[in-house]
């Protein structure tokens, strides 16, 4: 397709299209804002093209907030071409319906937390959780066996066989326990009580969660990075869906190709899509093919007729502040 079919094809479904690349974090929420601001005259539904390796999941949900107020809830649709992790999927929460393309990914809405004394290295706030729950279980079972190979093979009451095999159990986990900063874990904790908050009121307005899905988004998968495709997707979204239309791909690739692999990763980037369209439609060529692949080439990201501009018309900066959460 031409940049000008393009166009029409969003024209006529009445579709505003954003993109948005990088962390999910305030300086992004308010390019968001401007960008939807911005357009004037809005049209009935928007889709918003999100990869991010995750963030603030406050700003996660203003995002999904700030959508939901301008074009409805029911209006919403979230198009996934890549990662999208974390506090991106709580974004995805407030859509009425998912585009996942065949690399699309979504992850947990767990919690990641810089690591102590580390600069770039983060955890995920579960991995102290999920620790305190194996080593009570294994706790409990070393205890059980001491006490039944203390009173068995010695003879002992079980009274002192437990005080034996308590002060055992307690050689070997005083020193791991005492390790544990009871501060941080109410931290995590709060944390993902956050998520769970944000999700239930973000889904009581899309109402595109299925039964027990948050739940299992925040507490059931073992790691920050879980790739949760289109397939396991539809077992906790209720409306997933694919979409090939030659529109859809091209905008997939412009905002893969020019915005998230254009170094773009970190730095929240948002573009009204559909003006950046229309202000380069003009320089396409008459003689033009109808059918075209790469209608919307990345080099136009890079010109400097075309650039694409920050929401407000501001190239993008990168004073995006720094996020625990993810």
């Known amino acids: 397709m031409n940049l000008s079919e393009i166009s029409a094809y969003y024209k006529d479904s009445e ?26 005259t809005k049209r009935k539904k928007s889709i918003l093209f999100l990869c991010t390796g995750g963030g603030n999941p406050n700003t996660g ?16 649709t979230v198009a996934i071409p890549a990662e999208c992790k974390s506090a991106g999927t709580l974004v995805c929460i407030g859509a009425s319906r ?9 992850g947990p809405l767990d919690v990641q937390f810089q ?15 999920r620790g305190m729950t194996y080593l009570k279980s294994d706790a409990l079972a070393t205890f059980n066996q001491y006490l039944l190979d203390i009173n068995s093979s010695s003879g002992l009451s079980t009274k002192v066989a437990s005080e034996l095999a308590g002060d055992l159990v307690r050689g070997i986990y005083e020193p791991m326990y005492a390790q544990i900063d009871p501060v941080r874990l109410g931290e995590m904790n709060a944390a993902l009580q956050i998520a769970h908050e944000y999700g239930t ?21 073992p790691a920050h990075g879980f790739v949760i495709d289109r397939a396991e997707a539809r077992t906790l979204f209720e ?6 239309h030659p529109a859809m791909l091209e905008m997939r690739d412009f905002v ?66 720094e996020q625990p959460l993810s």
């Open 15 to 40: 579709t505003d299209v954003f993109g948005y690349v990088g962390r999910i974090e305030k300086s992004g929420y308010d390019r968001v804002c401007d960008a939807i601001e911005a357009r004037g």
């Open 61 to 76: 949900y203003r995002i999904a907030r700030a959508f939901t107020h301008h074009y409805g809830s029911e209006n919403f």
């Open 98 to 106: 998912l585009i996942m393309f065949d690399k699309g990914e979504l």
């Open 115 to 129: 690591k102590k004394d580390e600069i770039f290295q983060q955890t995920s706030g579960l991995d102290i959780l």
């Open 201 to 221: 009121r973000l889904n009581d307005k899309s109402k595109n969660l299925k039964p027990d899905a948050l739940g299992k988004l925040i507490n059931n998968y």
């Open 239 to 244: 409306r997933v869906e694919r979409n090939d």
């Open 256 to 321: 893969v190709n020019a915005m998230w692999r254009g170094g773009r990763q970190n730095d929240p980037y948002v573009l009204d899509l559909v003006a950046f369209i229309e202000a380069i439609a003009p320089k396409e060529s008459p003689d033009a093919q109808p059918e075209t692949a790469g209608a919307i080439q990345p080099e136009a990201a890079h010109s400097n007729t075309a650039e694409p501009q920050g929401a407000g018309g501001q190239p993008p900066s990168g004073d995006g502040e």
